[in-house]
């Protein structure tokens, strides 16, 4: 909402980004103040915990996409990590079953991905506090979900509608890779290569975990589950797992959808590793858990300054110093002519007019849905004759704009440094759309 109250978009996308990373990092740093025991938790050992897991979500470009980006993953993740801890921190209560349903149900319709939240939480309260909390909880899911289902269709109309958007048209995304078994294993393949460093940095907390338990007694299920509060978070990141699978193995999916995983594993080894390496009053402290939590950021850290070069994710050559400062001038000087399908917040806070998103085309267009062209020519500028695309916005979108467009390449244009600029001509309702795929 604060970003709505600006008339400059390069102060709204700041604020959203802003929001962006403080729905990122403010859970992480609650459940990282919150104590396993009775004993609160020494500042220091919050901080680095909270280093610990700021530097390495920087050094994964899927984290480091969802924290610093204007995107539906942040509050997504959000929503989750707040369930989890209402949950941790009321056990079973009403409350603590009430708060972390109502919180998992945003979390689906956040980002449906998310779907794994609800369940993993069902999960866990089933394991941890049985079948009578797992009832309960349960029923407080149905009863926020009817409650969110009657909001929504207040707001938007018929169920069908919604359902539609949101089950129909992902769920006739056609799978990369050769769809199947193949598309799911190329999945699972970029997940263990791209995130390589949080998996090893899991793997050696477990062992660090198993080398500190070593002699002592297991006290069974429900009370190792209770007794720390990252068990809840890892049983999150285990029913997300193949949620983010899927989700990159879709069309449209891209590496954000990992985060829905590794987010809340993150999470889990950040505390687990805490609390080894400052355990409450009177446990003695594990000397390489200390030296892995500080040492490990430390590392992480020295490669930051290379991060740009590392994922080929930079300015366009020739940029604004912020290309939505530069798309504002050129709408505000071509009103009601300028069609931005990559940057529509332009407009909306030029001209107060919200255009076509591409990614709502292109998504109706891969699930079979093309959008005619008396609708497309609905959510237009007026008097439409440009199309303009920033060079880091999807440039290969173009080719599905010929469907509405006889688009004509202009020379690079002085006012718009670091993007393509067409002469769109909108075709008739009587013209059949050219040939095109996305």
Avoid at 189 to 214: D, H, I, K, M
Avoid at 271 to 300: E, H, K, T
Avoid at 336 to 345: E, H
């Amino acid at each position: 909402v604060p970003a709505v109250w600006v008339s400059s978009p390069a102060l709204a996308i700041a604020i959203g980004q802003a929001l962006a990373a403080f729905y990122f990092f403010a859970p992480a740093a609650l459940w990282l103040r919150t104590p396993s025991g009775r004993s609160p938790v020494a500042p220091v050992a919050a901080v680095a915990a909270f280093v610990f897991l700021a530097a390495v979500s920087l050094d994964l470009w899927s984290l480091r996409y969802v924290a610093l980006t204007v995107h539906a993953d942040g509050p997504a993740l959000a929503c989750g990590a707040l369930a989890a801890w209402c949950l941790w921190r009321w056990r079973a209560t009403s409350l603590g079953l009430g708060t972390a349903a109502l919180l998992s149900v945003t979390a689906v319709w956040t980002k449906q991905v998310a779907v794994g939240v609800p369940l993993g939480l069902a999960l866990f309260v089933a394991a941890a506090f049985g079948v009578s909390a797992w009832v309960r909880f349960a029923a407080w899911g149905a009863a926020w979900s009817a409650a969110s289902w009657g909001v929504v269709i207040w707001l938007f109309g018929a169920p069908s509608n919604v359902l539609f958007h949101l089950v129909h048209v992902p769920g006739q995304h056609r799978w990369l890779w050769g769809g199947g078994a193949r598309a799911l294993r190329h999945s699972a393949g970029l997940f263990l290569r791209e995130n390589v460093t949080v998996l090893a940095l899991a793997v050696a907390a477990a062992a660090l975990g198993l080398t500190a338990s070593r002699g002592q007694r297991w006290p069974g299920l429900k009370r190792w589950l209770i007794e720390r509060p990252w068990p809840v978070l890892l049983t999150l990141a285990v029913c997300q797992f193949p949620l983010a699978i899927m989700g990159r193995a879709k069309i449209g999916g891209d590496v954000n959808a990992f985060s829905h995983c590794l987010y809340f594993l993150l999470l889990a080894v950040a505390l687990a590793v805490r609390d080894l390496a400052f355990p409450p009053p009177g446990a003695a402290p594990q000397r390489w858990s200390r030296l892995f939590l500080v040492g490990a950021p430390v590392l992480i850290l020295l490669t930051v300054a290379g991060l740009q070069d590392r994922s080929g994710v930079g300015p366009a050559l020739g940029a604004d110093p912020h290309p939505y400062t530069v798309a504002a001038r050129f709408a505000a000087d071509h009103p009601g002519k300028v069609y931005f399908p990559r940057m529509n917040l332009v407009t909306g806070l030029v001209e107060g007019r919200i255009d076509h998103q591409s990614e709502g085309v292109v998504d109706l267009i891969n699930a079979g849905y093309p959008p005619t062209s008396t609708h497309f020519a609905g959510r237009l500028p007026p008097e439409v004759e440009f199309l303009v695309i920033y060079l880091n916005g999807m440039t290969e979108q173009v080719a599905v704009f010929e469907r509405y467009f006889e688009l004509v390449r202009l020379p690079d244009h002085p006012e718009l440094p670091g993007f393509w600029i067409y002469r769109a001509t909108l075709r008739g309702p009587d013209q059949p759309p050219a040939a095109a795929s996305p």
